[in-house]
């Protein structure tokens, strides 16, 4: 079962930035904060993953709360092309857990 | 880098009917994994192989559907006898090692009419 809550959708103007939240309040301390998207009729793709630390790269950022039960995916400057389902999953990578995704957040980015 | 490649894109088939599909991973990825999505939900796991040993099986995957990994490179996901129920994408993915983020292909559609 996925251990994170996720809002169903969210709406965000194009240009502003997209600030996904996930809860999960039951993360242990192994498992690391995962963040992937699906675009319409595509397979989903990796964007970020964390531990502790704030994580950046070319795509977004992820902060993490510092009891860990919950982080947030940021989009610093959304496009139309972020328009996508963003799923926030917890894993155990190090027992090399597989991943279970939940309903995910539904983004609109809005012209 | 090509990326997950599956084959096909699309398939429809009749009731009862087998089908196979086909996922080439990153070359130099060990694991692969499938999943089956279908609409308004997130991707279902159904199996996971480390080169060409099949590691774990979801309880999704009844006896009608078989995964392969022969060289541990291809893999392939045969579903026997067809259901409707079984309409959905199904999707592949391979990663390189434990904590990495795995890639995924664009899917295969499977229609059962």
């Known amino acids: 079962d996925a251990k994170t809550t996720q809002p169903t959708s969210m709406d965000c103007a194009e240009g502003r930035a997209a600030n996904l939240p996930c809860n999960h309040s039951?993360?242990?301390?192994?498992?690391?904060v995962y963040w992937y998207r699906q675009i319409h009729s595509q397979g989903p793709q990796y964007i970020i993953h964390?531990?502790?630390n704030n994580e950046t790269n070319e795509m977004a950022s992820l902060i993490i709360t510092e009891d860990r039960k919950s982080s947030t995916l940021i989009l610093p400057h959304a496009t139309l092309r972020d328009t996508a389902v963003y799923y926030c999953?917890?894993?155990?990578?190090?027992?090399?857990?597989?991943?279970?995704f939940g309903k995910g957040t539904r983004l609109h980015i809005l012209p | 880098d090509t990326g997950v490649s599956q084959d096909p894109r699309h398939k429809i088939t009749k009731r009862g009917q087998n089908v196979t599909f086909r996922c080439d991973p990153i070359?130099?990825?060990?694991?692969l994994y499938w999943y089956r999505q279908t609409l308004g939900q997130g991707p279902e796991f159904l199996t996971y192989f480390q080169n060409e040993a099949q590691l774990e099986k979801s309880r999704l995957l009844s006896d009608r559907f078989s995964a392969e990994r022969p060289k541990g490179s291809f893999s392939t996901l045969e579903i026997q006898r067809t259901e409707q129920g079984d309409s959905a994408m199904y999707l592949c993915a391979s990663s390189l090692e434990t904590r990495a983020g795995y890639t995924f292909g664009s899917g295969t559609r499977l229609t059962v009419v």
């Open positions: 070359s130099e990825h060990n694991r």
């Open positions: 039951t993360i242990s301390g192994n498992e690391y």
């Open positions: 999953i917890v894993r155990d990578a190090n027992r090399d857990d597989k991943i279970i």
């Open positions: 964390g531990l502790k």
